[in-house]
């Protein structure tokens, strides 16, 4: 991992906080230099400042650094004044109860779908999406949902972060593929994930828009092809849409970070 150019010393520590968190557990040193890209003595003063600061906790006894309260701090903080999770939380509660299953809040996140806030099905379903994980845009529904109505330019500054793994046999593994399914979202106003992230895995998506047409979210209600199918999530399509605009309205008056 690498800070982009002109980003410096503080594009540095972030990258070695992505490098800890990405670990999912207390990391050793040595395996933090054999991940990054910065000589041994840079990865050592970064790692002490991170320390000296409260960003990174170092446990002497095993000789191993995780990521520090003060984080915990900042994100609380992050997630109260920048995420829609506060306002959605009573739509959020609504519609799970409506539904039964598994309902998702997501936002744009560098191009990719970071999960803000989730609602556990009635009888859950073991799944990749979690709030504070970030997943993929191209091959979920919440993802294609948001990239749909970007503008041209950040759709484009999107698409330049997509992998297109391939993670199953209904992956869009192309840009070319992911654009003309982009534009049939436009046309209906909702997205889905067709088991393109997951086996078994299926969801109905929908954007929300600012009244200008920005996007600050999706919103998404997700099941299993064991419990229902792509035809029943789609006759929920208007009633997640309601439940977003509804979001999007009492959003309108709070100050949300341009999305990339």
């Known amino acids: 991992m690498s800070a982009e150019q002109g980003d410096g010393t503080v594009g540095k520590a972030l990258d070695v906080l992505d490098m800890v968190a ?7 040193f040595s395996e ?21 600061q409260g960003m990174l906790i170092y446990d002497a ?8 309260v003060r984080l915990v701090r900042l994100a609380h903080a992050a997630w109260a004044t920048s995420s829609l999770a506060p306002i959605a939380r009573p739509y959020l509660d609504e519609l799970a109860e409506e539904t ?9 996140d560098n191009g990719q779908v970071l999960y803000v806030d989730k609602r556990n099905a009635a ?18 529904g919440v993802g ?8 041209p330019d950040a759709l484009e500054r999107a698409l330049q972060r997509q992998s297109f793994h391939r993670f199953t046999p209904q992956t ?16 209906r106003g909702h997205a889905f994930d067709r088991e393109e ?9 929908v954007p929300i828009l600012t009244r200008t047409g920005r996007v600050i979210g999706a919103l998404s209600v997700t099941s299993t092809t064991s419990r229902t199918s792509l035809q029943a999530l789609d006759a929920r399509a208007g009633r997640i849409k309601e439940t977003a605009a509804r979001i999007a309205a009492e959003a309108e008056s709070w100050r949300f970070p341009e999305q990339n």
């Open 61 to 68: 006894d095993r000789q191993t650094y995780a990521l520090g």
């Open 144 to 151: 294609k949902a948001m990239l749909a109505f970007l503008s």
């Open 197 to 205: 992230h997951e086996p078994g895995i299926i969801c109905c998506a």
């Open 100 to 108: 039964g299953e598994t309902i998702h809040l997501a936002q744009m």
């Open 22 to 28: 990405a670990a999912g557990h207390p990391v050793r």
């Open 172 to 187: 869009l593994d192309s840009a070319g593929a992911l654009k003309a399914e982009l534009e049939a979202i436009r046309g």
């Open 123 to 140: 009888k859950p379903v073991e799944m990749f999406a979690q709030a504070g994980k970030v997943g993929p845009a191209y091959c979920t």
């Open 32 to 52: 933090l230099l054999g991940a990054a890209s910065y000589p041994k003595a840079t990865l050592y003063r970064l790692i002490q400042t991170l320390t000296h």
